[in-house]
């Protein structure tokens, strides 16, 4: 069974720092791109960083770009998303998704599997 289990989300004051891990099981993230999407209450899902499946290749949405990095570790089968600086604007609920590909990644396209999510709230 694929399976995308997210983690690392909780609470955490304006400027803060958080790191988000996206662990698999049931396959290998080898061969799959990553991406971390958000959604915020009533707000659409919006994508905001992918890695492409050999960490080579990462991909920013605009308003995280320099404050969020995504790596993976192949060792783990896990990727990351450090989160740094954050603002209110930030909070969401933080998922991970991935997409057999290679050697690329793009945010905006359709993934194959998806985790649960995991919170993320910036307080003012």
């Known amino acids: 069974q694929y399976q995308l289990v997210e983690s690392g989300g909780g609470l955490v004051q304006s400027g803060g720092s958080l790191r988000l891990s996206c662990a698999a099981s049931?396959?290998?993230?080898?061969?799959?791109?990553v991406g971390w999407f958000r959604q915020a209450p009533g707000k659409e899902r919006e994508g905001v960083s992918c890695i492409d499946n050999n960490g080579d290749s990462s991909m920013y949405e605009g308003s995280v770009k320099g404050r969020f990095t995504i790596s993976r570790d192949a060792a783990k089968n896990t990727v990351y998303l450090q989160m740094n600086s954050l603002k209110p604007e930030d909070t969401a609920i933080y998922y991970c998704?991935?997409?057999?590909?290679?050697?690329?990644?793009?945010?905006?396209?359709?993934?194959?599997?998806w985790g649960q999510g995991t919170q993320v709230t910036v307080s003012s």
């Open positions: 998704a991935a997409v057999r590909l290679f050697d690329v990644c793009v945010i905006q396209m359709t993934y194959e599997y």
């Open positions: 049931g396959f290998t993230l080898d061969d799959y791109a």
